[in-house]
């Protein structure tokens, strides 16, 4: 069936280094990935989403790639910030039903000073 | 921007008690969705709905029944409550299609003793 893979359960960084969250997908249909963030004690946001193939979506900083030949869609940042501390979701909706969503387990992304 | 709101923010109750989650969506949207979110497991569906009347199986439902009312509400019931049904509830809401942005509320802490 449909199913995402995020590697990392916590990545701790310090601020002004870059950032590459792994997002791995399975599904045997045409797919759209998104990337969800979600604050301390708030709801999941769309980060962004794409489901061309190669071509790189950016949204407040953040960008990635949909690479169809190896099912991933890593989520990277060329340098954190503190206010990007959250927990980020991968997820997966694709052509058999593209009202479901299928997340990952979540990676959380904490900044340090 | 979409609003969805959900009641009540935080409840406590006992094994064997009788619960349920009120998620209401002002945003004219014909989906709408339950989720638990675990440590470790992420955002995982429970049930959902493409209109009043309608009800469709997620990928955790044992334990859990919902019901769509209107366009805008939809409620969760759980009748006899686990300790392992603990957990943060989000509901969301959706306009459907591929790439459809899912729109999450605030989420309700439930805890069953």
């Known amino acids: 069936g449909d199913s995402v893979t995020q590697t990392e359960g916590l990545v701790t960084l310090t601020k002004g280094l870059p950032v590459m969250l792994n997002c791995t997908y399975q599904?045997?249909?045409?797919?759209?990935l998104f990337w969800y963030v979600q604050h301390l004690n708030e709801a999941p946001k769309l980060l962004l989403k794409?489901?061309?193939?190669?071509k790189r979506t950016e949204h407040q900083g953040f960008y990635a790639t949909l690479h169809k030949s190896s099912s991933s869609f890593h989520l990277q940042k060329s340098s954190v910030q503190l206010s990007d501390s959250a927990l980020y979701f991968c997820?997966?909706?694709?052509?058999?039903?593209?009202?479901?969503?299928?997340f990952g387990s979540g990676t959380k992304l904490t900044v340090e000073p | 921007e979409a609003a969805v709101t959900q009641s009540p923010r935080n409840k406590v109750t006992v094994t064997g008690g009788n619960v349920t989650l009120s998620c209401r969506q002002t945003?004219?949207?014909?989906?709408m969705y339950w989720y638990r979110q675990d440590t470790g497991h992420g955002l995982r569906l429970i049930h959902y709905?493409?209109?009043?009347?309608?009800?469709q199986i997620g990928d955790v439902p044992d334990g859990y029944k919902a019901t769509r009312t209107t366009q805008e509400d939809f409620f969760l019931l759980l009748e006899l409550a686990s300790p392992s049904q603990t957990s943060l509830y989000f509901c969301?809401?959706?306009?459907?299609?591929?790439?459809?942005?899912?729109?999450f509320g605030p989420g309700t802490r439930l805890t069953v003793l």
């Open positions: 969301a809401s959706s306009g459907g299609g591929a790439g459809a942005e899912q729109f």
């Open positions: 599904t045997t249909y045409s797919p759209f």
């Open positions: 794409s489901s061309t193939d190669n």
């Open positions: 997820a997966l909706s694709a052509m058999s039903n593209y009202n479901v969503l299928y």
């Open positions: 945003n004219s949207h014909n989906y």
């Open positions: 709905s493409y209109g009043a009347g309608n009800l």
